[in-house]
């Protein structure tokens, strides 16, 4: 009797359950198996390659020392206000301007090193964490669900294969009440995922935790 053999893969940030024929057919190695190609790299290897290759810099204790998931939670480390127009063009870009509203400073009682997110503002917060992804792997980054539980709404996208620095993200209040977040809380969470192929070093302009454009420029 003929077997088959399904296993996960992601295509284009959808989860797919997938034939080995078909994947096979897109290219995929003739060697899949689900034992061989695991897509998200667990706890153990993640804390490998953070003494490795310092995968994830400035983890706090809890994720060094008793993480749980398959990834790590990431902290609140500065908050952004944005105002004036933007452009996005074939070949040019412009964010609107940003200003830095706080950040975290461990020198202040938690109550003061805090931020309060208004109803209807939109934000763009950045991490205490640095990333240093070599071009075997990628991330993909989610809200911590007492997020939205709360009304705050996160915006993100694909951490690129060779990104490295501190990560921006957009974070709305679609909620009615007043929000505090603790700087230093735990606000997202990250998976690694291995690149199958070859993956190309990123080499855009938001390398280094880079928030917004400083005017007109043209994309790399």
Known sequence: MERYIFVL????????????????????SKNLSPATH??????????????EINLVENLCDREVNNPEGAGFD?????????????????EERETPQIELLAKNDQTKSERENSFTFKPGEYYLVK???????????????????????????????????????ELTFGLANLGKSDITVSFGARVVHITFHEVFGEGNQYRGQWMGGRVATDGKEVQI
């Open 74 to 90: 990431l902290r609140l480390g500065e908050v952004y206000s944005i105002s004036g127009a933007g452009f996005l063009g074939v």
């Open 38 to 51: 695991t897509m998200i790299l667990g706890i153990k290897k993640l804390h490998e390659l953070v003494k």
């Open 9 to 28: 893969i992601i295509i284009q940030n959808t989860i797919v359950i997938a034939d080995v024929n078909y994947l096979e057919a897109l290219g995929y």
């Open 127 to 165: 991490t205490i964490e640095k990333v240093n992804l070599p071009v075997t792997l990628s991330g993909i980054i989610f809200p911590r669900t007492t997020l939205f539980r709360s009304g705050l709404a996160l915006m993100n996208g694909v951490v690129q294969p060779g990104y490295c620095g």
